[in-house]
């Protein structure tokens, strides 16, 4: 198998996977061919793993011409999903007109597909609003609401919005709630290796954000460690311990500690003699 033809299959595979979270690869992929009519923003734009109760408003406007037909949006898989049946519970729906025709109205929600008639002249525009959404708990610099249209006439085919048309949302780590650690599980006495370190949300995500010192210790009395490190916003919650180096035979481990009170065991670590 040639290896332009891996290149090709390893791209469908990450893009299919990019349509089933909603990520936004896939806004990339739809602006590949003709893209459909207008532009749907969205705010916020940024949002922590997990929390809830957000309030999304994703506005339509028809800034290159009318449109008069449908549009539909696609909730990624991980958010609440979407429903217009109690408007006091999470995930509630509702759209409102604003200057396009009465004939804008939403037609329908089946599974986390919303579907909106849509009248609007050149340069009007509708909102819709989605209530009490629970963001992801996967961390990701964007998620798309992947928005279509389609104009009126029986040959007429639904078509992505541009990619820098479709409403994107960033999910971050939230709050601090203990350590990771990355880690050989096969050292050699006297070798220097890296120790890498997160501070992370309760979902596993690099933590937002997160501020700490961090010190290294091991079971290895005779262990050479890096001295402690005050992590700062550019580190991303993220550090490499390098120089960590283990001079006792036999099975040892790392513990990292941080000034929150947060720490966090290695696995255990085989030592052999060095040849």
Known sequence: MGSSMVRTRATRLTLALAAVLGLLPLAGAAAA??????????????????????????????????????????????????????????GYVE???????????????????????????????????YHKATASTIAADGYIFLTQTRPSGRKA????????????????????????????????AGVAFTAT?????PYGNNAFPYAGAVRLTSTDPRASLPGPYAYVSTDAAQHAFTGVILRTVGTQRITATDSNGFSVQSPPITVSASS
């Not at 409102?96 to 597909?113: D, E, V, Y």
């Open 33 to 90: 061919g003709p893209s459909g009519q207008g532009r749907m923003a969205v705010v916020p734009t940024s949002l922590s793993a997990g929390s809830t109760g957000n309030e999304l408003t994703l506005t339509y406007t028809a800034d290159r011409a009318a449109l008069s037909g449908q549009t539909i949006v696609d909730v990624p898989r991980g958010w609440t999903q979407p429903q217009r049946n109690d408007p006091a519970a999470p």
């Open 95 to 129: 759209l409102k007109r604003g200057t396009c025709g009465p004939a804008t109205r939403l037609a329908s929600i089946s599974g986390r597909r919303l579907t909106i008639a849509t009248a609007c002249r050149h340069r009007r525009s509708y909102q819709l609003l």
């Open 157 to 188: 085919k639904f078509r992505p919005l541009g990619r820098r048309r479709q409403p994107v949302v960033k999910v971050r780590g939230g709050p601090v709630a203990g350590l990771g650690m990355t880690v050989t599980s096969i050292a050699t």
């Open 197 to 201: 370190v997160r501070g992370v949300d």
